[in-house]
């Protein structure tokens, strides 16, 4: 007997779907790369978020999976009775050390494998066949001596190896790096795997840089990359130093996501707010005047309410002759706000209408920043009225400076439209005394 899974479940999937695809779409082909700390290895729900990765490639997102081993690490040299010595937060390796290091970062590099490789019926890697790839493709040098300290067998990166990472993701492969590097005499140097990643997002040129793992608990869901180095400078973040060091070497945007919640890697990608914290050195909204190109997300924005009576309905045709009246407020290339400023031949009094702002983005004061914007094209045009026609917002206006007004008080062109069966109030505001 088939089991029919309740119409709510089924309903909640389906949603979720629609509201993903644009980032599906908008990821497809490009470059992340996902950084994983010792302590998210060790979590217990580390094998589900190597299924959620395993997803990300199945929907053509082109992966370099780095991973750090601190926590391990330490655990090998104290089990060997070898006394850590850090200096500025970075290991100073000597040689049992890196012996310890070596062993510590090839078992992990071998379990990760083994988890890319499952691929059992009825699991989330079912039919997966990931093909996951590691190389040589670090070139380190030593760290050297800082305040006096020799850090030995620490290194740093000098070269990474893009090309060749580049020819294995167009094969589909995930590229998995450890913090180990190479140099050209063969030594072999222990990283920070921070700066490790940081250096193979910049080099490569990725879409995005994600860090996972023990991250601070009260940072905000947004931060740009003023804002992060601001931050960093007050609590010394190591996190948030890579970070801010990424989107300064050109990567656009690094996320940080907290290990502990299960599925947060999907949800911070494919979800309008996301669950972590984004730092871009690209304003994360922008606004603009609308072009052609905009109707369909105009459509869907007001859709609901030209259905509730709150804006009068326009058909697409009637939008795209309009567009040059529009202006509208997009995030990550959706559109989540719209206003139209209309000016009238022989008449010193422009209308707003259409304002709009999606559900989720209401409340904090996109409505009024459009409505700003509008009202200052207003004036630089020389106009001395504004006016508006509304049935459910007219408190809103009002509190905006606007002042209930007759429907004789519009310009003549407009008054010949206005519609009796609507019966929507008409307010005014005197832009210039």
């Known amino acids: 007997m088939a089991f029919n899974a309740p119409s709510t479940d089924i309903k909640t999937t389906t949603d979720w779907f629609r509201s993903a695809a644009p980032y599906i779409h908008a990821h497809r082909g490009t470059t992340f790369v996902i950084a994983l700390d010792g302590d998210t290895i060790a979590a217990s729900g580390f094998a589900t978020l190597i299924h959620d990765i395993a997803l990300l490639n199945s929907l053509g997102i082109k992966l370099i999976v780095t991973f750090g081993a601190r926590q391990q690490i330490a655990s090998g040299c104290e089990a060997a009775g070898i006394t850590a010595q850090y200096h500025h937060d970075l290991r100073v390796t000597d040689d049992a050390s890196l012996a ?18 499952f691929g059992l019926p009825n699991t989330p890697m079912a039919d997966a066949k990931i093909r996951c790839t590691s190389g040589n493709f670090i070139t380190a040098q030593p760290m050297g001596v800082k305040d006096g300290i020799d850090f030995q067998h620490t290194g740093k990166v000098r070269k990474v190896d893009v090309e060749g990472i580049q020819a294995q993701l167009a094969q589909e492969n995930i590229v998995l790096l450890g913090p180990l590097g190479y140099s050209s005499t063969g030594e072999v140097f222990n990283l920070s795997a921070e700066a490790m990643a940081t250096e193979v997002a910049s ?12 991250i601070e608990t009260n940072l905000p869901r947004e931060l740009t990359l003023s804002q992060a180095q601001e931050r960093f400078e007050k609590k010394n973040n190591h996190l948030l130093l890579s970070a801010t060091s990424a989107c300064a070497a050109g990567v656009n945007r690094v996320h940080l996501i ?22 871009s050195k690209k304003p994360f909204e ?32 009637r939008l795209e002759t309009e567009m040059d009246f529009f202006t509208i407020m997009e995030r990550d290339n959706n559109i989540i706000a719209c ?17 709009a702002v999606e559900p989720d983005y209401r409340g904090a004061g996109r409505g009024e920043y459009l ?35 007759e429907i004789a008080d519009l310009p003549m062109a407009r008054q010949s439209l206005y ?12 832009l210039y005394p």
């Open 258 to 279: 907290d290990h502990t919640l299960d599925g947060a890697l999907l949800q911070e990608l494919f979800s309008h707010d996301g669950v972590g914290t984004l730092i």
């Open 419 to 430: 519609n009796n069966q609507r019966n929507a109030k008409v307010f005014n505001k005197i």
């Open 100 to 117: 310890i290091a070596i062993n510590v970062i090839g078992t992990l590099k071998t379990q990760i494998q083994a988890q890319f490789s």
């Open 339 to 355: 206003a139209a400023l209309y000016q009238y031949p022989d008449s010193d009094t422009a209308e707003l209408a259409c304002l």
């Open 286 to 317: 922008n606004t603009r005047p609308a072009t052609v190109h905009d109707v369909g997300g105009i459509i869907e924005l007001i859709a609901p309410l030209e259905a509730n009576g709150t804006l009068v309905p326009r058909s697409r045709e």
């Open 371 to 405: 409505f700003n914007i509008l009202e200052s094209q207003a004036r630089e045009a020389g106009l001395s009225n504004l006016c508006v026609l509304t049935t459910q917002t007219a408190h809103w206006f009002l509190e905006h400076g606007f002042q209930a007004a």
């Open 203 to 214: 080099q490569m040129g990725a879409d995005k840089l994600i860090f996972i793992g023990d």
